[in-house]
């Protein structure tokens, strides 16, 4: 039992958070299992939050801050079969060690800096979901920029939150208890999880997933010790409230920053809490990215990495195909379920369908270059670039070069914004991968779509010559 707990106040703060790779954040720690099968390789590793209420809380081991809310684990993956798979994990918690807050909070801001309230960085996305304070030129500054870095890149990601939102069995938490992503001492990279849990929902939820060390029962615990039951109810009320708007506004799918837009009006305060109020702060460049309001205390301190969780490469770690296990505070032995087996038979058609979707290993070569006289050229360029198997970042730069040759001549094109999309979502693809054949497929049908509109709109090659 710890001693001395300081705690803040509980601040009910709503807020967009979105950590772009969970593994990044901590080093990678491990690839984890998942049905029993070692896990190879880590391709995606998103954790989103919908957040409503936050905290920290001091003991003798350090200070953790507490981020309450929608929350939303995912993970793309794949086994040493070969086999890629996604999986995932709701949450209504994240807790934070102060050493990996204050990782997160010195990580690299690529834009708004002179903005405490918007972080836009390589390890973390967070806004305000109430904007009203803010001038109309800097909102749209920040939807831009949240749709290029994260709403685009992260589409289907997205849309599989927002629809596991709108499920009416999901986030039950007065049904299911809390479902908390962890990193203190004794429950390192792990999910814990109510002992509440209907039985069905506790079984399939257990199932080791990859990225994690396990997940545990014990968040009741846990909460108790560090809560008082007034406090837990209304973290309760508060998570209640957030499942009822974001499950019931509606939201334009080609332009997800419509999810904060339409949710603002019913989540506003008469007061919002925004750091630029803090007057001669906000000129001022601050040690750490405000992400908290209850970190603010502690803007000048800095807790050291602990040598004893090495941090190491995506690389070092799938190379190794080890998972490293956690060497400080071991958490006490869970309790534990008794689980039907679980047997599962691939189909021949499902297995077809996992080697089409199957990236290959690409040597990388030297982009050629891309006719920039007049659109219909670039968009042949284009086919031939994705037909003679190109590695993907290569034709992410590709269609790069292909929509700025085009915006040159053309203004409005209804496939200029899918130019933008492929650039977004290319260019952050693994190194020395190419397209899977079903990808391959798919795009050579939206390039040689997009031909066709230019040839309507222009008429052939030779015609087009004299337009532009």
């Not at 690839?31 to 936050?54: C, P, R, Y």
């Not at 009822?244 to 305060?269: C, G, H, R, T, W």
């Not at 047997?343 to 690409?362: A, G, N, Q, V």
Request: proline share 4%; hydrophobic share 35%.
């Amino acid at each position: 039992m710890y001693t001395n707990i300081i705690k803040s106040s509980l601040f009910s703060h709503n807020l967009f958070f979105v950590i772009p790779s969970w593994g990044h954040l901590l080093g990678y720690p491990t690839l984890g299992k998942f049905m029993n099968h070692n896990v190879s390789k880590i391709t995606q590793d998103l954790v989103i939050f919908l957040g409503g209420a936050e905290c920290a809380i001091s003991n003798e081991m350090g200070t953790f801050y507490y981020l309450f809310g929608l929350g939303y684990y995912y993970i793309k993956f794949e086994l040493h079969s070969g086999r890629y798979i996604t999986d995932n994990r709701q949450l209504t918690g994240l807790i934070l060690s102060d050493f990996v807050y204050d990782h997160l909070a010195t990580s690299i801001n690529i834009t708004l800096e002179n903005d405490r309230d918007v972080i836009v960085g390589e390890k973390l996305f967070k806004a305000p979901i109430d904007m009203s304070f803010k001038s109309d030129n800097k909102i749209t500054f920040i939807q831009g920029t949240l749709m290029r870095n994260l709403f685009i890149p992260y589409k289907d990601i997205f849309l599989e939150y927002i629809e596991l939102l709108r499920d009416p069995k999901s986030y039950q938490i007065d049904k299911n208890g809390h479902m908390i992503l962890s990193t203190t001492w004794d429950s390192y990279n792990k999910i814990m999880i109510s002992g509440d849990m209907e039985y069905e929902s506790k079984t399939k939820y257990l199932e080791a997933t990859a990225g994690l060390f396990g997940i545990n029962l014990g968040a009741d615990k846990h909460l108790n010790k560090n809560f008082t039951p007034t406090e837990l109810q209304n973290i309760r009320d508060i998570i209640v409230r957030l499942k009822n708007v974001y499950s019931s506004i509606e939201y334009d799918s080609m332009f997800l920053f419509s999810i904060i837009e339409k949710s603002a009006p019913f989540l506003s305060s008469t007061k919002p809490f925004t750091f630029n109020l803090e007057g001669n702060h906000m000129n001022k460049k601050m040690p750490k990215e405000s992400i908290f309001i209850s970190a603010e205390n502690r803007m000048n301190d800095f807790k050291e990495w602990p040598l004893q969780l090495k941090r190491q490469t995506k690389e070092e770690l799938e190379r190794t195909g080890i998972a490293i296990k956690p060497k400080l505070y071991q958490a006490q032995q869970p309790e534990t379920l008794e689980k039907p087996a679980v047997i599962k038979h691939i189909k021949k058609e499902e297995s077809f369908e996992l080697r089409t979707m199957k990236r290959p290993f690409i040597e990388t070569k030297p982009l050629p270059y891309i006719p920039h006289e007049n659109p219909l050229e670039s968009l042949v360029s284009l086919k031939k670039i994705v037909e003679e198997n190109y590695d993907i970042q290569t034709i992410g730069s590709a269609f790069e070069i292909a929509r700025n040759n085009i915006k040159k001549h053309v203004l409005h094109a209804n496939y200029l914004w899918e130019l933008s999309k492929y650039v977004n979502v290319y260019k952050k693809a693994e190194p020395n991968l190419g397209l899977s054949s079903k990808e391959k497929i798919e795009l050579l049908r939206d390039i040689d779509n997009w031909i066709k509109i230019t040839i309507q709109k222009f008429g052939n090659l030779k015609e087009s010559q004299k337009l532009f």
